[in-house]
């Protein structure tokens, strides 16, 4: 059962490497409109996804406050380790009838709970979302940060798009605080702290073809590990018999 998070700074490659990924391994490629349709399914209002994923041109924190105290309470689970089990096909989450107070702390919380789901199942590349510090404590996750330097991903941006310098900056600085902020608000985390992945990758110098064979021989190795170790434990079960 394979599970990979990718991290990614914007226009570093990550989402063509996640698709990469997904492909090679045979899994399904989890990325931010199918973590958006679940916990819109799960009560989350469609106006509160589009701001936790805003990468624009005023903060984040700004945006937030502009529309939060017009989005309605969610009915969901308070229990974040409840089972979560499909209420139609198609559907990730069973909601109660039980009322939250309104915050936007506590739709990142359904967000997250959705993600925890849809890890569940296994055989997942999970792209961004903050993938990485909901399933810390889950086993056998390989978790995958992809930077790149600022100048190539302007590069990037400004080829890409067909966009001035000036733009390609203020969207990758936006973009880089809005996800930090959201690692940091929501989860205490440092979003490009080293120490949070298994794998990191700098695409500057680095072919596509070649970051996709890193994560996926990455992937397997974990696995095998993870199979000679209940191997090895079995052995020594046996063996005390």
């Known amino acids: 059962m394979a599970i990979v998070t990718i991290s990614r700074q914007l226009a570093s490659g990550g989402d063509a490497i996640a698709r990469g990924v997904a492909q090679a391994l045979g899994l399904r490629l989890v990325d931010q409109s199918v973590i958006n349709q679940a916990a819109i399914e799960a009560g989350v209002p469609r106006v509160a996804m589009e701001e936790?994923?805003?990468e624009g041109r005023r903060s984040l924190v700004e945006r937030m406050l502009s529309v939060v105290y017009g989005m309605p309470a969610i009915p969901t689970t308070l229990d974040k380790d409840a089972p979560l089990t499909p209420t139609m096909?198609?559907?990730?989450?069973?909601?109660?009838?039980?009322?939250?107070?309104?915050?936007?702390?506590?739709?990142?919380r359904v967000v997250d709970m959705v993600i925890r789901n849809l890890a569940q199942g296994g055989d997942v590349t999970i792209v961004g979302r903050g993938g990485r510090v909901m399933l810390h404590d889950m086993p056998g996750v390989?978790?995958?940060?992809?930077?790149?330097?600022?100048a190539r991903?302007?590069?990037?941006?400004?080829?890409?798009?067909?966009?001035?310098?000036?733009?390609?900056?203020?969207?990758?600085?936006?973009?880089?605080r809005a996800r930090a902020d959201y690692l940091k608000r929501y989860h205490g985390a440092d979003w490009l702290d080293p120490a949070l992945y298994d794998l990191?990758?700098?695409?500057?110098?680095?072919?596509?073809?070649?970051?996709?064979?890193?994560?996926?021989g990455g992937c397997r190795a974990l696995e095998e590990g993870g199979k000679d170790v209940a191997a090895s434990e079995g052995a020594e079960s046996e063996g005390s018999k």
């Open 52 to 54: 936790l994923g805003y």
């Open 89 to 108: 096909p198609g559907s990730f989450l069973s909601p109660s009838h039980r009322s939250m107070n309104v915050s936007m702390h506590e739709y990142v």
């Open 142 to 150: 390989l978790h995958v940060q992809v930077i790149a330097s600022f």
């Open 153 to 176: 991903r302007e590069a990037t941006l400004m080829a890409r798009d067909g966009i001035e310098r000036q733009e390609a900056m203020a969207r990758l600085r936006a973009s880089d």
């Open 200 to 216: 990191t990758i700098n695409t500057d110098n680095l072919p596509l073809p070649v970051a996709v064979a890193a994560v996926v």
